[in-house]
């Protein structure tokens, strides 16, 4: 009898035979082999949401294969959900005993490096949700890893399988919108309330969470603000902290961003206004793209405005626009981005979002808290170091104190 090596990805045999897809190998238990398992690390507002739809078949070629939760009460009502499901205590027991093919990781923050970095290590393809870690010393040492592994790396930026999003990337990559002039997005409607930040012992502490807004609700648009404009060469941030909370980190931003082509941009964020606002708004030499409450316009000049103001005669002219209305809208959101990167170990696909990219937004966040500490101008790439030093002052200051097993769970639809 020979056996299948790994999964049905490379449908490989020992006797060097490629099978055609779907095609059964019996006596041998295709079944278990054939299927990805996936694990769930962390069984908190997300890791249930992402346990469900695994659970309930929507990821072709995947199912929930076991829960990790260092949390005892959580992982006992994780077993009475999923009873045919394993459940660990810690990602080293799951990882012992080889029962998974795949994790997603999500933890707090802080624990996504490691927790990924011991899962490729062990020869395991991981997909952390964001942000990547909380600070960018610890996701240079995971990317470090996932370079040198022959895993798949791959990051939860859901947001990144929105049409709007990726139609904005594909007219500014393809260069439909000339050369950026400026950037601006305004991202305010993620609203949070006392009881958000209440309802987690490690939520708002810079020992539990290592900051606010910037690591938790924003890393979704530092993402696509680099995803689509490329990353600025410096930050100045000015961030508020408990302004609308009680809480120690920050809940509302603003930050100027500089280009290396002397394109500006400025960068808002809060938890606590209402309404918000989600204006994101590219400015190019051939006009501008403006994706405002999830629809996307193109403001396209005629001619090239540098060409325009140069030679139009009339000191008052504006050049012609033509407004184009873009039909792109919505995505797959989490299960999106986890077909992609099922389909990347199944098939070879390459993925949407790949977890060595986590590090750019990561570094924006990072930017802007340190210009608020040390009240200047950062330079990119950011002192990974210095950063990391400033964040233990944070750490060895704080005054708050929370109860760490204090773990509320909410329904994260429609939070996205
Ligand atoms: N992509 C998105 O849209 C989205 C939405 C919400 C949350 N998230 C991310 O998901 C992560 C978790 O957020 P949440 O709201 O679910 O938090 P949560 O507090 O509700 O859940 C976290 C769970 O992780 C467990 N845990 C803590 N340390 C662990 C460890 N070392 N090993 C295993 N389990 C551990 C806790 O016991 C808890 O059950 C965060 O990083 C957050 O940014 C992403």
Redesign the pocket.
């Known amino acids: 009898m020979h056996r299948c090596r790994t999964f049905l990805h490379n449908r490989l045999c020992t006797n060097g035979k490629r099978h055609r897809r779907g095609w059964r190998h019996p006596p041998f238990d295709y079944q278990h082999m054939s299927e990805l398992r996936i694990a769930v ?9 992402h346990a469900e739809y695994l659970s309930q078949g929507k990821i072709p070629g995947a199912v929930l294969g076991a829960i ?4 005892p009460t ?1 992982l006992a009502q994780a077993k009475a959900t999923y009873s045919e499901t394993s459940v660990y205590e ?2 080293e027991a799951l990882l012992e005993a080889r029962g998974a093919d795949a994790v997603i990781v ?4 802080y ?2 490096p490691p ?1 990924a970095i011991k899962a490729l290590l062990a020869g395991v393809h991981a997909l952390v ?3 990547a870690g909380a600070y960018t010393k610890q996701i240079k040492e995971l990317n470090a890893v996932a370079a040198k592994s022959d895993k798949i790396f791959g990051i ?3 947001q990144r399988t929105n049409a709007a999003h990726q139609k904005m990337r594909d007219l500014v990559a393809s260069g439909e919108l000339g050369e950026i002039k400026r950037v601006l997005y305004v991202i305010t409607n993620w609203t949070r309330t006392q009881a958000y930040y209440d ?2 012992g ?2 708002a502490t810079w020992e539990g969470e290592g900051g606010g807004v910037l ?2 609700q924003s ?2 648009n530092l993402d696509l603000l680099q995803w689509i404009a490329g990353m600025p060469t410096r930050v100045r941030g000015f961030c508020a902290f408990g302004k609308y909370h009680n809480i120690e980190v920050e809940d509302d931003v603003t930050a100027y961003l500089q280009y290396a082509n002397g394109a500006s941009g400025v960068f808002i964020t809060t938890t606590g206004e209402a309404p918000g606002s989600n204006l994101f708004e590219v400015v190019g030499d051939r006009g501008k793209i403006v994706l405002r409450d999830g629809g996307v316009t193109f403001h396209r000049t005629v001619e090239p405005v540098s060409k325009f103001l140069k030679e139009n005669p009339n000191g008052f002219a504006a050049p012609e626009t033509w407004v184009c209305e873009i039909n792109a809208r919505g995505g797959e ?2 299960i999106g981005i986890t077909k992609n990167f099922v389909n990347a170990i199944v098939n070879g696909t390459p993925l949407l979002a790949s977890g060595l990219e986590g590090i750019n937004g990561s570094e924006l966040a990072n930017a802007m808290l340190l210009s608020t500490w040390t009240d200047a101008w950062v330079d990119l790439p950011l002192d990974s170091d210095l950063y990391w030093t400033e964040l233990q002052e944070q750490i060895k200051n704080s005054s708050t104190k929370k109860d760490a097993a204090t ?1 509320k ?2 329904s ?1 639809a429609g ?2």
């Open positions: 690390i962390g069984y908190g507002n997300m890791g249930r949401y990790v939760d260092t949390n959580v810690s990602t999500a933890t707090p923050h624990y996504h927790l949700e964001k942000p939860m930026f859901n309802s987690g490690w939520r690591l938790n890393p979704h959101e989490h773990q769970v909410m994260v939070t996205f």
